[in-house]
Each structure stands twice: as C-alpha cells, then as structure tokens.
C-alpha cells in the first residue's frame, strides 16, 4: 500500500463491493483496516483522519453533497480531501442513473 510505505501511521479502505475473501487477504497489509459498505453507514467512532482519498468514487455517490459533508467531518483540522474526479458522467454512475436513487 502506498500510503503505508509512504509513512502513513494508519489507513482505513472501503469499498461496497470488497468480498469477505478480499477482506482477509488485504488483512495482512500492516496499519491498515478495510471494510465493506458505503461511507455513509460506517460508524467511524472517534477516528479523524489526516487524509481521505477517493479514486474514481464520486462518480458513484448517489448523495454526493451529504457524502462530502460527511468526509469533511471525518477529516482532523488541517486535513486533506483529494479526489479523482474523472468519469462524472459515466454510463453506471449515480448521477445520470435515476434508478439508482431511492
């Protein structure tokens, strides 16, 4: 994991889709947890990270404002949110999918 190598003291994954396999086997990775789910039904206790980093996630987000709310609430003072941001509108993506929203 780059952020790890990099000297990250901690670093946490989610994606909705990561099997319980998946799980397991990235649980090896030192200083790090991952979790199955969306951000916004994790309960993230006291934890406030440094950083929070999405590689093509937006796109997908069904409430992008709620969820963007919530990462800035999860960053410590000071903290970064950096997201790729490329595929806006794309064919599976939340923002052109109606269906999707319920």
């Not at 709310?69 to 923002?95: E, M, Q």
């Amino acid at each position: 994991m780059l952020f790890v190598a990099r000297g990250a003291a901690f670093v946490w994954g989610i994606d909705p889709v990561l099997t319980e396999k998946q799980i397991e086997a990235l649980g090896s990775l030192p200083r790090s947890r991952f979790t199955a789910g969306l951000l916004s039904q994790i309960d993230f206790g006291a934890q406030r990270f440094d950083l929070v980093y999405a590689r093509l996630v937006t796109e997908h987000l069904i409430d992008l404002q709620s969820d963007l709310a919530r990462i800035f609430t999860l960053l410590k003072p000071g903290g970064r949110f950096v997201a790729l941001h490329d595929n806006y509108y794309c064919r599976w993506g939340s923002t052109i999918m109606p269906s999707l929203r319920q």
